[in-house]
C-alpha cells in the first residue's frame, strides 16, 4: 500500500479517537494563555502516541517532534493554536462548553484535535519520509502580543529550525472536504487604538458651560474614516472600526471623558505606519478644534500573513492529489488577522483553510459567534491534510 493510502486508511481508522478529542477540548475551552489543561491533555496525549515533546514555551505551549529516516535532512513543521474566546455558547449539544462565558468559536479545538490526529498517523509512518517534523502547539493566537511571536522568541523553533512551516484553520465559509489556499498576501495585519477623549462634563442641560466629549467622540469616529476613504491608496485594502465607545453619563450627565476603542488592518506596512500617525494627528488637532484634547495610544498588532508562493503552490497541487481537483479552491484576502504571520515572515510557510460547513444540517455560524459549529468529518479531512503535507514535502 502506498503512503497516501495509509494516510488515507489511518485517518478513518483513528476519526472517532480524534473526534473525541474534540468534543472534550471543546467541553473545557480555556482562555488565551491559560490553556493549563488543554496543554496537559495534549502532552497526555503525546505521550500515549509514544511521540517526544518538550513542555512549557510561553508557559502552556508545546513542541513535539516526529523523526523519520535521515531526521536531519529537512524539517517540516505543523502549528495548531489552542486557546478559546470568551463568549458564551449558545449551541445545544452534548459538548457544550461546561466553562461559563468561553467557548472554542474560533474552531481552535479542531486545530489542535487535527494536529494530534496527524501526529499519531505521521509517529506510525515515520519509516516511509524522509526529515522530521515539528508539532507546534502554541497558545494564545487570539490576544495580543500573540503566542506564535512568543514562541519564536522563547527559542521553539530553534531546534531543529524548520525549513517551512504549516498553519491549517477552519472556514465555515467552505464545505466540509474541501481546503482552500491563496500565495502571496492572504490576511492583513492588525492593530488595536484605545483613544480617550477629553472634555468638560456636568449637566447635560447645559451644554454652553461645557465641553462635551460626546459630542467630539462621535464626530471623531466619522473624520477618522477619512483616512481609509481619502489617505489611503484605493489599490491597498484598509479597515478603520471602532468597536466599543465608552461614555460614563446618564440622560442628563455628561461625562469628563469618553474612550474609544477600534482596529487598523491592512496589507501595506509602510501604509501601516503612515496610517497610524494619519490617526494620531486628525483625532488630536479635531479634539482641539472643538475645545478638547485626547491622548491616542497605537498597540502594534500581528503583521499581515504571507504566504510563500512556491511552498502555496506545492501545497495545492499536494492537496488535489490527496483529496481531488474539485476539492481544492483559491481563497479571496481576508482582512481578518492571524498570529501565524509572525511565523510567515520568518519562514516559508503556507497558510490554508479547512472547510466545516454543511448547509444540510445548517452549520454556516460564522467565526466568533455563540453559535459557531463544525461539521465533523472536516476533521477527517484535517488530519489526512496535514499529514500528506508533511510527507510530501519532506519526500520531494
Not at 37 to 59: A, H, R
Not at 229 to 247: D, E, H, Y
Not at 349 to 367: E, Q
Request: contains cysteine; charged residues 25%; glycine residues 8%.
Amino acid at each position: 500500500m502506498d503512503i497516501k493510502s495509509k494516510i488515507k486508511d489511518l485517518s478513518e481508522i483513528y476519526f472517532n479517537e480524534i473526534v473525541a478529542a474534540r468534543r472534550h477540548l471543546h467541553r473545557h475551552p480555556e482562555l488565551s494563555f491559560q490553556e493549563f489543561e488543554t496543554s496537559q491533555f495534549v502532552q497526555n496525549k503525546l505521550t500515549d502516541f509514544g511521540i517526544k515533546f518538550t513542555p512549557g514555551f510561553v508557559k502552556t505551549g508545546i513542541v513535539g517532534i516526529i523523526r523519520g529516516k535521515n531526521p536531519e535532512k529537512r524539517v517540516v513543521a505543523l502549528r495548531a493554536d489552542m486557546d478559546a474566546l470568551p463568549i458564551q455558547e449558545q449551541n445545544e449539544i452534548e459538548y457544550k462548553s461546561e466553562n461559563a462565558g468561553k467557548m472554542h468559536a474560533c474552531g481552535h479545538d479542531v486545530h489542535t484535535s487535527t494536529l494530534l490526529g496527524a501526529a499519531k498517523i505521521l509517529n506510525e509512518i515515520k519509516n516511509e519520509f524522509e526529515g522530521s517534523v515539528l508539532l507546534l502547539f502554541q497558545p494564545g493566537e487570539e490576544k495580543l502580543p500573540g503566542g506564535a511571536k512568543l514562541m519564536i522568541e522563547e527559542g521553539a523553533l530553534n531546534n531543529p529550525k524548520p525549513d517551512l512551516i504549516i498553519g491549517q484553520h477552519v472556514l465555515p465559509l467552505l464545505e466540509a472536504g474541501k481546503v482552500g489556499f491563496r500565495s502571496g498576501l492572504y490576511m492583513a495585519s492588525t492593530d488595536e487604538i484605545y483613544i480617550t477623549v477629553k472634555g468638560k462634563g456636568g449637566h447635560a442641560a447645559l451644554p454652553h458651560d461645557l465641553t462635551d466629549p460626546v459630542l467630539i467622540a462621535a464626530h471623531m469616529i466619522t473624520a477618522l474614516q477619512q483616512v481609509v476613504s481619502r489617505k489611503s491608496n484605493a489599490f491597498i485594502p484598509t479597515v478603520l472600526s471602532f468597536g466599543r465607545v465608552m461614555a460614563e453619563g446618564t440622560t442628563n450627565v455628561i461625562p469628563d471623558e469618553v474612550k474609544l476603542e477600534g482596529t487598523f488592518r491592512t496589507f501595506d506596512e509602510e501604509w501601516r505606519i503612515t496610517a497610524h500617525e494619519q490617526i494620531k494627528k486628525i483625532a488630536g488637532q479635531l479634539a482641539e478644534s472643538m475645545g478638547g484634547s485626547c491622548d491616542v495610544e497605537i498597540r502594534i498588532g500581528y503583521p499581515s500573513v504571507l504566504n510563500d508562493e512556491k511552498i502555496t503552490k506545492q501545497a495545492t497541487q499536494f492537496s488535489k492529489e490527496l483529496l481531488g481537483e474539485h476539492q481544492v479552491v483559491e481563497l479571496d484576502m481576508r482582512m481578518t488577522a492571524e498570529d501565524f504571520a509572525y511565523y510567515s515572515r520568518k519562514f516559508p510557510a503556507t497558510f490554508y483553510r479547512l472547510g466545516v460547513m454543511d448547509k444540510a444540517r445548517k452549520i454556516t455560524s460564522p467565526l466568533h459567534s455563540p453559535t459557531f459549529n463544525v461539521d465533523e468529518n472536516a476533521i477527517k479531512t484535517g488530519m489526512a491534510a496535514l499529514s500528506w503535507l508533511a510527507v510530501s514535502f519532506l519526500n520531494s
